[in-house]
């Protein structure tokens, strides 16, 4: 009965999306095939829509008209997706100044949308029909990927106000037939966590997804008491945040379902996801460039960390061309086992505002969640650097006076004696406006505007 009624769904979203001129599905289907095209064959049709880009951009954006002119020629003969490189950042700062300019000036059907909860320095944009719709079909070939279907029963752990609007008597009957249930991550401890386990164990979601320190949340919580809470859905995203080695090992032992990690932003959507086979993230490269540059734009060689700068192919009106979106990460060099031709994003290792920079190291998240293994009495924790020589670790323990001679003893031995490490307890740690923990934080990029 619940694979009929998935089937009646699916069908039923299909013949509404149809009906109102949305082209999601339609979308996902020319997607499904290019996915399994040679690299060639797929480089030539993401050319053709970079340089149909590039051509609107310079032609009706008044910000990309001056930005690209000394570019003309180049873009006209452009060969390669290489060429790219070429061509100027777009940055945060830029978001902020000239918004509006940016904008094309025959854009129609578009709708502001804003981003900046994670770095305090907010951004303002606009979303056209066609980004919604090349968004909407990537989405469905990666829910594909993992079997999951439209109409299949979904539990959300998520985090952002604006998103957990009041729904209207409308809205909260599509949500129910949508079969969807919510967990604002903003307003979680033991006994709201419980009751919302409590409704999952009835519900069995066949795909859940959430924050990463939601899930992980979770995870935690059922096991505490496995029997209570024996919830097994199909398949586990993970999104918005850095997903950590404990974090995915704690979600897949508590659900017993493979976790795989997705990468999107508010400013572009769908970015990369990891298939299965889970050798990297897939770039959704039908409309999406993705870049590793350094702090001059210079792009990168494969399997070398850097700044990521997103090319969206999709948004026309408001276009998105080399964007510094904030994050470090480096391109795998080999392609994934699966035979996709969509290329690897081999990792992502966080914000660049989160990258710890002390004695000219650079210091990834990760290092800092091994440093807290093995000790239990640590319930949360985030260092913060304050000064090129200095770091603030907040520490919330369920111990009256844990011995935390181990956290400066590790920091020193990978930064030298001569940086700083205060150790404050809290009770609690905040998360960000849109609701996300961050287990570093470096103010030094975050007051300089630096890729933040």
Sequence with gaps: MSQLYTDIFSLYRQTRAAMKGVKDWERFQVFAREQWLPPEELEQIRLERLKRLLTRASTFSPFYKERLAPHKQRIEHMT??????????????DLQQHAESILCEDATDVQPDASGGSTGNPVNFYHSREYREFGGGLHLLFLSWLGVRSGDPTAVFWGADRDFKDYSRRERLMQR????????????????????????????PVYIYGYASSLHQAATRILTDPERWPIRPLAIRSSAEMLYPHQREAIEQAFKAPVVNFYGSREINNLAAECPHRQGLHVMASGRVIEIVDQSGTALPSGETGYIAVT?????????????????GSLSEEPCTCGRAYPLLRKVVGRSSDIITVGGKQIHGEFFTHLFYGHPEIKQFQ????????????????RENPDLTFVTRGIHARTGEDVAVAIERVDAIET???????FTVNRMTTRSGEHS
């Excluded at 390669?80 to 700062?93: G, H, V």
């Excluded at 991550?185 to 419980?194: A, C, E, G, K």
């Design 80 to 93: 390669t997706l290489d060429e790219l490189s070429a061509l100027p950042l777009l940055t945060r700062d």
């Design 177 to 204: 037939l949508a079969r969807v249930k919510l967990l604002n991550s903003f307003d979680i401890d033991d006994s709201t966590m419980d009751a919302f386990l409590d409704e999952l164990v009835a519900f069995q």
């Design 312 to 328: 969206d192919l999709s948004e026309t009106a408001f276009p998105f061309i080399r964007y510094l979106i904030g994050d470090m």
């Design 383 to 398: 260092v913060v650097q304050v000064a090129a020589d200095r770091l603030i670790v907040k520490i919330v323990s369920d």
């Design 432 to 438: 960000t406006a849109s609701g996300k923990y961050r």
